[in-house]
């Protein structure tokens, strides 16, 4: 079993995209930073912009009424079909992600924008905290590039 000491060293020594993991923070994804409303997941998919970063699939649509900043995150049964796997890599996509979005909502704050994201694994291989950390990173990363397009094309 790993201690919260070492993750947070080994976070530290994976981030190479300058996402600092300050010390004092607390990082949480709660129940209302969940993307849980079926009418937004069908207008996401339907509406939204995607991108890919092997192994992860990413949907976002810069609309949200909820909340400034929601993620849902979701496994093919059809590459794993053991609901163990699907869990497993469910449960290190979300802390991945717990420990690196912060950096991506101070940025919708100062922007005054509100985000939707669904995360999609399309490997069909177990990964290994450290790539889902690194290319989480990256996508986190790549938001806040296409936010800033998003905002900055002129009326």
Not at 34 to 43: N, Q, W, Y
Not at 101 to 111: A, D, P, R, T
Not at 112 to 136: N, Q, W
Request: hydrophobic letters at 40%.
């Amino acid at each position: 079993m790993i201690s919260r000491k070492d993750l947070r060293e080994l976070c530290v020594k994976l981030n190479s995209f300058n996402f600092k993991l300050i010390n004092n923070t607390r990082y949480f994804f709660r129940k209302n930073d969940k993307l849980k409303s079926r009418k937004t997941i069908e207008l996401l998919f339907s509406n939204g912009k995607s991108f890919s970063n092997f192994p992860f699939k990413v949907i976002w649509l810069p609309e949200n009424q909820a909340s400034e900043l929601q993620a849902g995150i979701s496994v093919s049964s059809r590459h794993f079909k053991k609901a163990a796997d699907r869990n497993r890599i469910k449960r290190l996509m979300r802390e991945a992600y717990r420990l690196q979005k912060n950096i991506l909502q101070e940025h919708l704050k100062k922007n005054e924008l509100r985000l939707s994201v669904f995360i999609l694994y399309v490997g069909k291989e177990l990964p290994a905290y450290e790539i889902v950390f690194e290319r989480m990173g990256t996508i986190l990363k790549r938001l806040i590039k296409f936010t800033d397009e998003n905002t900055q094309k002129p009326a």
